[in-house]
């Protein structure tokens, strides 16, 4: 039986041995706010631009909507033992992205004790085992170079190098297990 057109889709809840990967609500939006607005953390994503709350505002409401729109999308990540706001991670096609796309963004605090690689696992078994993507990737601008050991990491191959939104962005591509070694 096929959900109504206009029923917003049960978003799962995944579990990592550290964090919890949840629905965004608003209950999220001033920890995703205050990342969102932290010149180190937006970065390498966007226009590199950090958001003021409209933006983030915005920002959170287009998370929810791709879930509606894709069957699939962003999560919350919660720290386990606190229930801390820890960052994003999930999967992303908006119109005119090359694929379905693994991306995350961990609050300053949060970064560098491998929580960007864990919730990653969990979104790739997702990704595969939930939606048999046939492959998936990550865009990494030159010179993130965390985002690049991440991705590397988690068993993304660099395939690419192409102008993504006016920039040059790294595509490493991640193929279901049981994917042929040979492409």
């Known amino acids: ?12 809840v995944l579990e990592t041995e550290r ?11 001033d920890a995703y706010a205050a ?9 390498w994503i966007g226009d590199g631009q950090p958001l003021d709350r409209m933006n983030a505002w915005r920002s959170l409401a287009m998370l929810l909507g791709h879930w509606q729109l894709r069957g699939y999308g962003m999560w919350a990540l919660e720290r386990k033992t606190d229930g801390a706001f820890v960052g994003r991670a999930g999967l992303m096609r908006p119109e005119g992205w090359p694929d379905i796309e693994l ?9 560098h004790r491998g929580y960007a690689t864990e919730a990653s696992r969990a979104v790739l078994a ?37 102008d993504f939104l006016g920039a040059p962005v790294q595509v490493y591509a991640y193929y279901p297990p049981h994917h042929a070694t040979e492409r």
């Open 1 to 12: 039986m096929s959900r109504p057109a206009n029923a917003m889709p049960d978003i799962p």
């Open 19 to 29: 964090l919890r990967l949840v629905a965004f609500n608003e209950g999220h939006f």
């Open 35 to 43: 990342m969102l607005a932290d010149p180190e953390s937006t970065r």
């Open 103 to 111: 991306g995350w963004m961990l609050k300053p605090e949060h970064r």
């Open 126 to 162: 997702f990704a595969f085992g939930t939606l048999h993507a046939p492959r998936v990737v990550s865009l990494v601008r030159p010179g993130n170079a965390s985002a690049a050991k991440v991705a590397q990491r988690l068993g993304g191959q660099l395939v690419d190098q192409v």
